[in-house]
């Protein structure tokens, strides 16, 4: 330890903390950039747990109709302005979440795990489900 | 690790319903564009026949199954406190057996 004096020593330790701070961490949300099947992935999620909270107007829905023909009219009609922006969401959310779904249920299979497979149908995936709700919501405000 | 704690089960259960609401969805999608109940006694007859009820009780069966696995994987993967764990699958349990009542109820009231 006689040639390796303090000053050598501080001097290494001010070179270990530099490398580690050097280290390449990135927790930036905002410059991450996630892959195409990524965003698929996370909006499969958003769009299942969206339908979980709409589960009950669904049910409600279904009980309104069975209450006679009056209820029956008034299900039958359910597009007031708001409702409209629920209703265009659930769309969204149940077509994204169906199409995404039967992609993985390929994958399951082992179908399209291919590199540019399963690059495009993860887009095809959001650009399906993205026009699925447009359709709807042409037919809606029609 | 057995079947349950390997997560396995779930993994089945996921898929089956999902190919059960996939199918039963595509039906629902098709009877409405295609016109829909023209009237309440209309709608009543269609749920009134047996083979229909007891799809519909199976669908929203398989739907609450894949609730569950899907929500209690996005708890799991989200909430790392096991007592915050264990109240929010509590909960979610309730809650589906309380829909899973309502839509029984509901298909019960059909024959009444």
Do not use: C
């Not at chain 1, 070179?15 to 927790?27: D, E, S, Y």
């Not at chain 1, 339908?51 to 006679?68: A, C, E, I, K, N």
């Not at chain 2, 595509?26 to 016109?35: K, M, Q």
């Amino acid at each position: 330890m006689t040639t390796l004096n303090g000053w050598v020593l501080i001097n290494i330790f001010k070179i270990m903390i530099i490398k580690t701070k050097r280290r390449p961490v990135n927790l930036n949300l905002l410059t991450i950039r996630l892959p195409v099947a990524g965003v698929t992935s996370i909006a499969h999620r958003a769009a299942g747990f969206l339908m979980f909270v709409l589960t009950p107007v669904l049910v409600y829905w279904f009980d309104l109709s069975l209450r006679g023909p009056r209820g029956f009219q008034q299900a039958m009609v359910l597009f007031s302005t708001w409702e409209k922006l629920v209703w265009m969401a659930g769309v969204w959310a149940l077509a994204h979440h169906f199409l995404a779904g039967l992609r993985y249920l390929l994958l399951d299979l082992e179908i399209g795990f291919e590199k540019p497979v399963y690059r495009w149908s993860a887009m095809a995936v959001l650009i399906g489900g993205t026009l699925v709700a447009l359709v709807a919501a042409i037919w809606v405000v029609r | 690790m057995s079947y349950r704690a390997s997560g396995l089960r779930a993994w089945v259960w996921q898929r089956v319903s999902a190919v059960v609401l996939a199918l039963f969805t595509l039906l629902v999608i098709g009877y409405f564009l295609s016109g829909g109940p023209s009237s309440y006694q209309d709608w009543h007859n269609l749920l009134a026949q047996a083979p229909v009820t007891v799809m519909i009780g199976l669908s929203f069966g398989a739907l609450l199954a894949h609730i569950w696995v899907g929500v209690r994987d996005i708890i799991i993967d989200y909430i790392s406190r096991p007592w915050l764990r264990y109240i929010l699958l509590s909960l979610l349990a309730l809650w589906l057996f309380s829909l899973g009542l309502w839509v029984l109820l509901l298909l019960a009231r059909i024959f009444a």
